[in-house]
């Protein structure tokens, strides 16, 4: 076996191990470990980008995902204080639509998995480069990136506004 074939067996188990301890950290119920579950998910599919020779998308994951957002939620975590939660009943009618998600996802998943051409070559036919995605991104894609970094800049103002305490 290559070993491309054994790094991307151990970056696939590593972002689905991280991406469930996100959700069902069993290790500790404080949101931050979380996060930080959360960026090494980011960092793995970080390394599935460079496999796939996507290495700006690979720069890109680690720069903004890790490096600006999951800071964005940690500041969020902080300033909202959140203390140890109660643990939650689970509702049966939750749990059951829950479940059927689950199973449907599961379901297409591998009907997508077993009709797809498995021996194919998946090498690219084409390089990309970063010059023709910044042309396209403020050519063509101008006006969503911009409604995008305004949406953007509202979700901070917002937080700021939600965090602050009242000093009265």
């Not at 070993?3 to 191990?17: C, K, R």
């Amino acid at each position: 076996m290559p070993p491309t074939d054994i790094l991307f067996y151990v970056f696939a188990a590593l972002t689905l191990l991280c991406g469930v301890l996100v959700v069902a950290n069993p290790f500790s119920r404080n949101p931050v470990t979380s996060a930080m579950f959360l960026v090494l998910t980011v960092a793995s599919m970080a390394g599935l980008f460079v496999l796939l020779r996507a290495f700006f998308l690979a720069a890109i994951q680690i720069l903004v995902y890790a490096g600006a957002v999951i800071v964005l939620f940690l500041f969020v975590i902080m300033l909202l204080d959140l203390r140890a939660e109660e643990r939650r009943k689970v509702k049966r009618f939750g749990l059951v639509g829950a479940l059927l998600s689950v199973g449907a996802i599961t379901a297409i998943f591998f009907k997508c998995l077993s009709s797809s051409a498995l021996g194919a070559d998946p090498s690219p036919t084409m390089e990309g480069g970063t010059i023709a995605l910044g042309k396209l991104l403020f050519t063509r894609y101008l006006l969503p990136f911009e409604i995008v970094s305004v949406l953007l800049l509202v979700a901070m103002v917002g937080v700021v506004l939600l965090s602050k305490k009242d000093l009265k």
